[in-house]
């Protein structure tokens, strides 16, 4: 007869919910979301493209631009062209499928946006192009 009396004293326990599993699936969730985000690379400077009368809307993953004071900008830093190399060799690292886009601003030297096409493309970088505004 003792054992009833300690059956009623287990059903007054209280009942406690587990956690765990619900806040994995939300981890899982936010993990999920930042590996597919894609971020929008900026050069770093507002440059003056040349105009032209056809333009094709591209998202490339790699993007150089030149400023009218022969400044070359990747991701939002100066950098001189010889220091480019190494700068891009990583960036290649992170995506080596990537398609470049060299910005020059409309009084840019020319001969600066040609050494960049021409480094890209002994990187081995495929689709490089030239960034104009459209007429």
């Not at 287990?10 to 969730?29: A, H, K, R, S, Y």
């Not at 900026?42 to 631009?65: M, S």
């Not at 886009?101 to 600066?112: I, R």
């Amino acid at each position: 007869m003792a054992r009833r009396g300690s059956r009623v004293l287990q059903d007054d326990e209280e009942v406690e919910l587990d956690m765990t599993p619900m806040l994995d699936v939300v981890f899982i969730l936010l993990i999920f979301f930042i590996v597919t985000a894609v971020f929008v690379k900026e050069p770093g400077i507002e440059v003056v493209r040349p105009e032209t009368t056809l333009q094709e809307q591209t998202k490339p993953t790699l993007l150089v631009a030149v400023s009218s004071e022969d400044e070359i900008y990747v991701d939002g830093n100066v950098y001189e062209l010889t220091a480019l190399r190494p700068v891009l060799e990583q960036l290649l690292e992170e995506n080596p499928r990537a398609e470049a886009m060299v910005q020059g601003d409309f009084e840019a030297p020319v001969g600066t946006i040609l050494d960049i096409q021409e480094l890209l493309t002994d990187m081995g970088v495929e689709e490089i192009r030239i960034s104009t505004e459209g007429a």
